[in-house]
């Protein structure tokens, strides 16, 4: 007879199914990237101990269903070498993951690969997991590369945004207007000619990298600093899905790391201990107290670096069902 | 003369041209490339050895220090005019075999075509060349086939070694610096063989002009204008007369690169551009290339560096529609 806690099987990153006896083991991809040869021992967990099926998740994960309940220390031994290889921090090798509660920290393709991306959104990524896996509270984290925000960071408690502040020199710049098209028809049209040099209206700028890529003279480049747009507190769900939105804008890597962080002790400090299995959205607790005390704890310790503009308070919108 | 002498000694060397000289070199622009994370080799100011980038080809050519992108040509105010200061210093340009033929394209269009072009003489007069050998060919490079491999006509060449640095000196001011270094015999590294090769057909008929050859390219190219900005061989300005913008009264003209791929080039009064289609904007920087130069000046304008080839975002191949244009040619005339 099967005698087990399922509080503890949710934590170890398995999944309590709707089939008695037939658990799911959730396998954490930090950063969407992983090199092939792991494909095979995913196989082998899937087509051993589960029904030979895998599937995606929208997490950049894999979940292989049909696992029975009796096998989740073979399947723990098997995941060993894919948890060595990502390097996921974890407290008992051998004995699986540590904790599902922060949800797999997922990327774009990024500047390994796609033309747009402003930065290495898997080597972020992966340095975010180091830093707050493994923990139980439910925190979603993503990194995108430019605004297209394919990974969709916007419905992630923090979202990443990739940014560059365009460099121009006048003196190789042509006039062709390469980057005044392309800002006005795929950007925000923050460009504008004025006795045939090109003028930014930095407030305006999302910092998107259309003007350095289009440039054919390299009269727009990349500034050294890589920067960020960091929004917050998106979310699905049933009472209250929401866009995240901006809260940093010209933001840099440090800050970003320490405002996780420590948003991890506000949590602790305001999560509701009724809430069931242990679990309340980040942004639920926000609106509960106030995002000022949530700004008090989130800034403590952070510098922002000096071209940094902070939007707060930060006000959602989105449809109320409750 | 031929010298070999230690590096140290030649960046010793490089600090006392500096009195004199700006010297530029192909340059590693580190993050100054295009996408994240991506570095750009272009020219630049150098004054070691060690900034000299010499194991890749530069995404551009040498012709920005003898044909600035943006150059101020005189300034304007009221009744007076007052031509822009020639810079204080001489210039010493390392590059390539293929670019230093170039040069010679350079001098026919602003020396031998018409009147001489004073801003143009006014900087080459005063550069001078030093030869950077090849000892691989790179990709997308046709030089072997466009006889630009080989160079003679350097002012010195420089090959620097694990250890030492190997000069060829045709230039006097060197070879007195180098009185006490040791003589060697230097001979310029050259490839003699490229993975790409062209044909250039003797003479083009007409009727390439109007084969549907060209259709491809219209809806291919995105009219950017890389592969002109990055070939050495082009040439072509437009004027910018302006006003500045606190001072209504006082103002510059500037001459500024401009194609014959970007919008505008073919703008007339009235509004008409008479070469919208991009693919007739192809045909035309093919045949000025292939044949058009040759019938004026006796050589092709193409060297075969193969930086058009190199840069070009849609993956067009300049030589590929060389050899597309020769095999039509050989068709025609079978």
Known sequence: MLDLNTKKIKKNAYRITKVRGETASRIRIPGGLLTADLLPKIQEIAETYGNGRIHLTTRQGFEIPGIRYEDMDAVNTLLQPIIDQLEINQVIPGKGYTASGTRNVSACIGSNTCPFANYNTTDFAKKMEKEIFPNDLHFKVAFTGCANDCIKTRMHDFGIIGMTEPQYDKDRCVNCQACVKACKQKSVDALSVENYKIVRDAAKCVGCGECVINCPTRAWTRSTKKYYRLVIMGRTGKRNPRLAEDYLVWTDEAAIIKIVKNTYKFVKEYIDTTAPGGKEHIGYIIDRVGFKEFEKWALDGVEFDEKTIVKGPVYWSGPHYD | ?334
């Open chain 2, 1 to 334: 003369m031929g010298y070999q002498i230690n590096k140290t000694k030649m960046n010793t060397l490089f600090t006392d041209l500096l009195e004199n000289y700006t010297i530029y070199a192909p340059k590693r622009f580190v993050g100054g490339g295009t996408f994240a994370d991506t570095d750009c080799i272009r020219y630049g100011e150098i004054s070691t050895l060690e900034e000299i980038e010499f194991s890749e080809k530069s995404d551009y050519s040498f012709k920005e220090v003898l044909l600035p992108i943006s150059e101020t040509l005189f300034y304007f105010t009221e009744a007076v005019m007052k031509e822009s200061d020639p810079p204080l210093k001489e210039a010493i340009v390392f590059l390539r075999s293929c670019d230093l033929h170039s040069l010679n394209r350079l001098d026919t269009i602003y020396l031998k075509n018409g009147p001489v072009d004073p801003y143009y003489k006014r900087l080459r007069d005063h550069t001078h060349f030093i030869l950077m050998g090849c000892e691989n060919t790179f990709e997308n490079c046709f030089c072997v086939s466009m006889g630009t491999n080989q160079s003679t006509n350097y002012d010195a060449y420089i090959k620097v070694t694990a250890e030492e640095v190997l000069i060829d000196s045709h230039w006097n001011l060197l070879d007195q610096a180098l009185a006490n270094a040791q003589p060697f015999t230097v001979v310029p590294d050259s490839v003699s063989i490229n993975n790409i090769s062209v044909e250039i057909p003797e003479s083009i008929p007409q009727s390439v002009f109007d084969s549907t050859l060209w259709d491809d390219y219209t809806a291919r190219c995105i009219a950017c204008g890389r592969c002109t900005f990055v070939c050495p061989t082009c040439t072509c300005f437009t004027m910018q007369d302006l006003f500045y913008s606190d001072n209504g009264k006082a103002g510059e003209r500037r001459r500024v690169w401009a194609s014959c791929q970007v919008d505008g080039y073919t703008d007339v009064a009235g509004g008409h551009a008479f070469r919208e289609n991009k693919g007739q904007r192809m045909r035309f920087k093919v045949m000025h290339k292939i044949s058009d130069y040759k019938k004026r000046f006796d050589n092709q304008m193409c060297t075969g560096c193969g930086r058009c080839d190199d840069i070009c975002p849609e993956y067009i191949s300049f030589s590929n529609c060389i050899n597309k244009v020769n095999a039509l040619v050989k068709e025609e005339n079978r």
